[in-house]
Nanobody, 126 residues
Framework: VQLQASGGGLVQAGGSLRLSCAAS????????LGWFRQAPGKEREFVAA????????YYAEAVKGRFTISRDNAKNTVYLQSNSLKPEDTAVYYC????????????????????WGQGTQVTVSS
């Protein structure tokens, strides 16, 4: 699975962005997918994950209620709708696919994700 993230940019606090991650590979629909982010000088952290069926989603506490992860298996794409953005959301955002197919519950551990996109920069000004 190869992943290509896009949709980042510069936005004012309170604004919104929709990140997209397009995937290649016929087995895209069998992988759980996640979004992670990494701010300067900080470790990469979990943001959101969605099951391979699309029925279950999990969020970091810092983004819960503001971000929504979704997927369109027909388009081989996963999305992250980010609303009410804050300066502390500034980071490079990465999409990733699980190392395991058909996992029942998506994992929040970045070590369980094998396939990574190149990242897209999100900058939120105050």
């Amino acid at each position: 699975v190869q992943l290509q993230a896009s949709g980042g940019g510069l936005v004012q606090a309170g604004g919104s962005l929709r990140l997209s991650c397009a995937a290649s590979g016929r087995t895209f629909s069998t992988y759980a997918l996640g979004w992670f982010r990494q701010a300067p000088g900080k470790e990469r952290e979990f943001v959101a994950a969605i099951s391979w069926t699309g029925d279950s989603a999990y969020y970091a506490e810092a983004v819960k209620g503001r971000f929504t992860i979704s997927r369109d298996n027909a388009k081989n794409t996963v999305y992250l709708q980010s609303n009410s953005l804050k300066p502390e959301d500034t980071a490079v955002y990465y999409c990733a696919a699980d190392r395991m197919q058909l996992r029942g519950r998506p994992t929040t551990s970045l070590f369980e994700y094998k396939f990574w996109g190149q990242g897209t920069q999100v900058t939120v000004s105050s």
